[in-house]
């Protein structure tokens, strides 16, 4: 089956310009990648000697050949991982490279993975016509003028094909650095004064707009928390002009974040763009690394979280809304059958994603299927998507999926839970209908 990719991060600039290319083997492997940066960190290798741009001033490894030798000499620390299953697929599917990667390797491989990156085939549109992909969304910042986007639209073989995600979390989060120039920026981009509640309200609602013009099917919210509830009467004009005076405090955020994830679903219901919800990461643990290096850097940590009260506001207010859908994932995997499957069971709005982050692995995705699936039944996931900011491991990760559900449906056919000709038509609805219908693509 073609391959569908509703939620990502590769950039939009790889597709959007038809002579982009690749970078080096280490930009494309290693230097982007926090699944890969954040095992070698963990065993001692300095992000500086990995290449990772600081923002600090502080120097970094700028020779690639080098960064990828220090990768290939502890290629080893990524056995039984996801990450390390995706790599060799890659050299090996995408790259043709059979050689076992480690230090008397590194030159050798990096040399041909030099060599195959400046040929025509694999420029990224010609690898996304290999890798068969109908459509992917990329996610974008709610002030990004989406420039390349734009380009893409006004090609009529690719328009349809690489679509926007609304993520306003820049603007929502109060306590992300650099919000008020954040709000600054949104009245520029939107023609809206931001800088009162309701002109705020009004430009993230032109905001959402201009992203559905250009094919957004999707916004994007991550969120420490699943808490939903409205603020009363006047209460988020108050906190927003605190905030505006830099005067908010960290309950203030909490609260605002909160009230704004329920008001994302009131604009979801009026412009039916499907709400997604990352829930219950820890950003930036490593308060060393996040001031040296910045976000995204592997510092992000799974925390506790609840579902059932916290999503009461939201799912009273818009959970029986024939026009509103909501896309949950999380990374606390005690809450799949004890909240998740049951609610996703029940509300006609609500959908439950793939397993996400640390848990796009096979044993993560067999204790997702064994533990949702009974309550919620398939029909009320939202089948899979890579999230990926690697763009050559799209193909390894879904095909990890799909073997791995295969597998599962399998054994219930072997257990006679399922009647064989079922299990084939879920297979195929795990991995593209499902997707394919949750998104509205």
Not at 223 to 229: G, K, V
Not at 291 to 311: H, M, N, Q, S, Y
């Given at each position: 089956m073609p391959l569908v990719c509703p939620h990502g991060h590769v950039p939009p600039e790889l597709l959007g310009d038809p002579k982009a290319r690749l970078a080096s083997p280490a930009e494309l492997f290693i230097i982007p990648d926090h699944y890969v940066t954040r095992m070698l960190y963990s065993q001692g290798v300095p992000l500086e000697d990995l290449g990772v741009p600081s923002i600090d001033g502080s120097e970094v490894e700028t020779d690639h050949r080098k960064v990828w030798r220090r990768f290939a000499e502890r290629f080893h620390l990524f056995r039984g991982t996801p990450t390390g299953l995706w790599i060799k697929d890659e050299l090996i599917t995408v790259f043709g490279i059979t050689e076992r990667l480690d230090a008397q390797s590194a030159n050798r491989i990096y040399d041909q993975l030099e060599a195959q990156l400046t040929k025509e085939e694999f420029t990224p549109r010609a690898l996304f016509e290999r890798f068969n992909i109908e459509v992917l969304c990329t996610t974008d910042a709610a002030t990004d003028e989406l420039s390349h986007h734009r380009a893409l639209a006004e090609d009529d073989e690719w328009g349809a094909r690489v679509r926007p995600t609304f993520r306003p979390d820049a603007v929502i989060n109060l306590q992300t650095p650099g919000w008020r120039e954040n709000i600054d920026r949104l009245s520029a981009v939107s023609g809206v004064d931001a800088t009162t509640y309701s002109g705020y309200i009004q430009a993230l609602e032109e905001r959402r707009s201009f992203f559905k013009g250009l094919g957004a099917t999707a916004t994007d919210?991550?969120?420490?928390?699943?808490?939903?509830?409205?603020?009363?009467g006047r209460e988020a004009e108050a906190i927003f002009a605190r905030a505006l005076k830099g005067e908010a405090s960290s309950q203030d955020a909490d609260r605002f974040t909160a009230h704004m994830l329920n008001e994302?679903?009131?604009?979801?219901?009026?412009?039916?763009?499907?709400?997604?919800?990352?829930?219950?990461?820890y950003r930036n643990h490593n308060v060393r690394v996040h001031?040296?290096?910045?976000?995204?850097?592997?510092?992000?940590?799974?925390?506790?979280?609840?579902?059932?009260?916290?999503?009461a506001p939201?799912?009273?207010?818009?959970?029986?809304?024939?026009?509103?859908?909501?896309?949950?994932?999380?990374?606390?995997?005690?809450?799949?059958?004890?909240?998740?499957?049951p609610?996703?069971?029940?509300?006609?709005?609500?959908?439950?994603?793939?397993?996400?982050?640390?848990?796009?692995?096979?044993?993560?995705?067999?204790r997702f299927l064994d533990q949702v699936m009974e309550t919620a039944g398939i029909y009320n996931t939202a089948g899979f998507n890579d999230d990926t900011r690697a763009f050559a491991s799209i193909p390894v990760r879904h095909d990890m999926w799909r073997r791995v559900t295969c597998n599962w449906l399998a054994g219930g056919v072997v257990e006679g839970v399922l009647e064989e000709e079922e299990a084939a038509e879920m297979a195929h609805e795990l991995a593209y209908a499902l997707a394919k219908k949750a998104y509205k693509l």
């Open positions: 919210h991550a969120a420490l928390t699943a808490d939903t509830a409205r603020l009363p994302m679903a009131r604009m979801s219901c009026e412009d039916g763009m499907v709400m997604q919800m990352h829930i219950g990461s001031e040296r290096f910045g976000l995204d850097k592997g510092a992000d940590i799974p925390v506790a979280t609840e579902w059932t009260r916290a999503l939201i799912l009273n207010d818009y959970g029986n809304e024939p026009g509103f859908h909501l896309i949950l994932m999380t990374l606390d995997e005690s809450t799949y059958g004890r909240e998740l499957a609610l996703a069971g029940h509300y006609p709005a609500l959908r439950l994603g793939p397993p996400w982050w640390f848990y796009d692995s096979p044993n993560g995705m067999r």
